[in-house]
């Protein structure tokens, strides 16, 4: 019995492995500039073991994927449903998902391959994944809208708004680096773009905007 345990934790030691690997090999090269070699490589695993596991490119692509999605959608329907008036749960939202990309520094050129590559397995990813989010952040706008503490705007640009608030700064790294702007993701930095973000926030969507933290 405690042999077959321990073929089970190395099984999954090696899966972990390979996906962590994985990660690093697509947000690096993408799709299609990714060979399975370098992954296995990286991963310190035979190849055949990759196929085990994942049984083709694509699946593993996909296994990358979902597993940025499934945690991020876990924690952000945490917040969203969470308790609180629409002002906090946004503000706990925005500073969530902010930190949730920081701390995963593939997770914003994975998700632009994404939103990119389109096809039969990405619209099912948008269903499982990004419809229940979606609704669960209409609905905490239309309520904010409608206590009084959201000015009145149009949901669907305004959802889009913030998210672009959020992730551009993130998408962008690469040309900030270029242009000559220090770490983006140093912990100096992080922390004044999240607050910039807030304060954004604050006095663009507030019917009772908080006086400026800085």
């Not at 996909?62 to 597993?67: G, M, R, S, T, Y």
């Not at 329907?77 to 920081?102: K, Q, W």
């Not at 983006?184 to 926030?201: A, G, H, M, T, W």
Request: glycine residues 6%.
């Amino acid at each position: 019995m405690k042999g077959a345990e321990n073929e089970t934790s190395r099984g999954s030691d090696s899966r972990a492995l390979i996906l962590a690997a994985a990660e690093r090999v697509f947000a690096q090269s993408g799709f299609a500039g990714a060979r399975t070699d370098d992954i296995a490589a990286k991963a310190g695993v035979n190849k055949a073991l990759l196929y085990y596991y994942f049984k083709s490119k694509e699946a593993l692509y996909d296994a990358v994927l979902e597993d940025h999605f499934r945690e991020f959608n876990r924690q952000a329907l945490e917040v969203l449903t969470g308790p609180g008036s629409a002002r906090e749960v946004l503000l706990r939202y925005i500073s969530m998902h902010f930190d949730f990309i920081s701390e995963r520094h593939r997770h914003a050129s994975l998700f632009q391959q994404f939103m990119s590559a389109g096809g039969k397995r990405s619209e099912e990813l948008v269903r499982q994944y990004f419809t229940p989010r979606i609704k669960a952040f209409g609905a905490l706008l239309e309520r904010g809208m409608s206590d009084g503490e959201f000015r009145r705007s149009d949901r669907f640009h305004t959802a889009l708004s913030i998210v672009a608030l959020i992730v551009f700064y993130f998408s962008a790294e690469p040309v900030l680096r270029m242009l000559g702007y220090s770490d983006p993701y140093s912990e100096q930095n992080l922390k004044l773009r999240k607050q910039e973000v807030l304060d954004f926030i604050n006095h663009g969507m507030f019917t009772k905007p908080e006086s400026s933290s800085k």
